[in-house]
């Protein structure tokens, strides 16, 4: 077995190979630039740790197809973009901004298609396997993005509609990661589906982690701005959450820091620190926390009696870890 | 071998039973919109015609793939109306005008989805072929796009790159579904390539057959006005063979009309007319016509030597012929 380290260099240098053709130059551009923009590599790591587990051969039929679920994820982040209306991404412009709409668009339909023929790299008499697990994914992970979307003009979400959206958006693609990893290295049937719970259980607390650093996090340490959920009113786990916990006083108090404006600086910081104070009071901070504690459970729980060994529920422990660790 | 007849009712089957999810409704509604509004089918007839060269057994192996044309070339329309910001598409509203731009984006990925969804049940024994010619194909057609927007900056167009433009954006697809139904059925490589070329070429002519029935089409038969691609002075293949061939007086008076306004009625009308009139004195529409003629040679040209016998000929011939008996 690699090294965490080892298998980080591995997915660096993969990616630093990764090619697309020169032209039409404005159609593959912005792949190159999504691509070396960077982000946590999560999906690739995830899949090379699990096929890992049962296999030390590092060549195209795997390494390939973890660069799709990287490349299928850039996608995805060019067209939700568009549709939040978004100018950063990992402290750049988001590709409609530097380019344009109809860019984004179209490049972002081309890098999914690239994604596909990384993926057709797998080994042929897993292909079958392999892509309906893909495409099953990537439709959960449009129907989630729709939700977010369906979400912002309702009034309330329920936590189990917040969670529904979240497995869907998020917990899917990472829990194929894996599975697809274990799959490709030709693991055992009920240790692939063990891997995809543990994946998607991870998935939902990463999500869980994401909102929680928006409120909660270093601004410096996170690398983006901190509150920009509070300043959009966005559904996070936290506001979803205080909406269902907040008594008839603090409920009022919860739609009035709603109501807050936010043209100004000013204005922004104060609604900012207003629903932080809210937060707090209401316990929301140490709820998000237990309940990415409560996942971190779940992963593991699921990878009981799946008839792997110790050292290879260590391995899978340690990517938690890693993954968690952070505070950004 | 089926009738064409007969291939035409199974697509007709296909299609009225093609379903996808019901929720989010807001997500897969424009698919079914999509499909309920019809269109041609050239390219399942292309694919059907030719697996039944070879095969007469139409289970899901082939119908499937076979659909997976259709809906992904659905898609590519989803976001080329956006792209282009049109209107109407087979005269009804495009999903972007009857819904919005973000549900256009987000229901066209998961179009694409579907696609490799239904392109999934090709046999397994040649999945990895058809997948890998799928993901060719499908990349061409954005590069196509990307072309075609390219084109509305640039003041001139060469023949060579518009018909490198319509290769890329049509002919492709039209080509790759010939191939795809002689490969599910198991045909010898040679033929298979050989559909491609002739699917190609007839995929040429129907596109300059669309840019020329756009100026010289009865508008009652052709179901679209006329003259759109003049008053947006669209780089069709009749205006870029004008701008090639107009000596210099006429070339003056070509540059006179693509400056005429276009905003009320009469004046459109008038544009229309002194296109259309210029483009009779160039001889454009026999050009037009002689070289869809030239792609008819080529494509029957391709299926020469390929080791296809008399009867198959035959129907390929059919095919291309009931796809230019066509004046809509």
Request: proline share 4%; hydrophobic share 40%.
């Amino acid at each position: 077995m690699f090294q965490a380290a080892e298998i980080d260099k591995i997915i660096g240098q993969c990616f630093a190979a990764l090619t697309f053709k020169p032209f039409p130059e404005h159609l593959y551009d912005p792949l190159r630039y999504m691509i070396s923009i960077g982000g946590k590599r999560i999906r690739p790591r995830l899949c090379l740790t699990a096929y890992n587990l049962f296999s030390d051969r590092m060549d195209k039929s795997i390494l390939k197809p973890m660069m799709a679920l990287e490349v299928f994820h850039c996608f995805t982040l060019i067209h939700d973009d568009i549709m939040d209306n978004s100018d950063r991404r990992r402290g750049q412009p988001t590709v409609h901004k530097k380019w344009n709409n109809n860019t984004a668009i179209l490049s972002g339909d081309v890098m999914s298609i690239e994604a596909y023929t990384l993926l057709s790299e797998a080994p042929s008499e897993i292909l079958p396997e392999v892509l309906r697990l893909f495409n099953d994914t990537a439709s959960k992970v449009c129907e989630g993005q729709q939700l977010d979307m369906d979400f912002e003009k309702s009034s309330v979400v329920t936590l189990d509609e917040y969670l529904k959206m979240i497995g869907l958006k998020t917990a899917v693609l990472i829990a194929c990661s894996g599975k697809m990893g274990a799959l490709i290295a030709g693991a055992p049937r009920k240790v692939c589906d063990a891997i995809y719970d543990y994946g998607y259980a991870i998935g939902m607390a990463f999500q869980i982690m994401d909102d929680y650093l928006d409120t909660f996090g270093d601004p410096i340490i996170f690398g983006k701005n901190i509150g920009g959920d509070i300043v959009s009113n966005k559904k996070s786990w936290l506001l979803v959450y205080s909406m269902k916990n907040a008594a008839s006083e603090k409920s009022a108090r919860l739609q009035e820091i709603l109501a807050m404006p936010v043209g100004s600086d000013g204005e922004r910081a104060a609604k900012i620190a207003a629903m932080k104070e809210l937060y707090v009071g209401l316990g929301v901070d140490s709820a998000a926390l237990s309940e990415i504690e409560a996942y971190h459970r779940k992963a593991f729980a699921a990878l009981k009696d799946s008839g792997l060994g110790p050292q290879q529920m260590e391995r899978l422990k340690d990517y938690m870890e890693s993954l968690f660790n952070r505070k950004r």
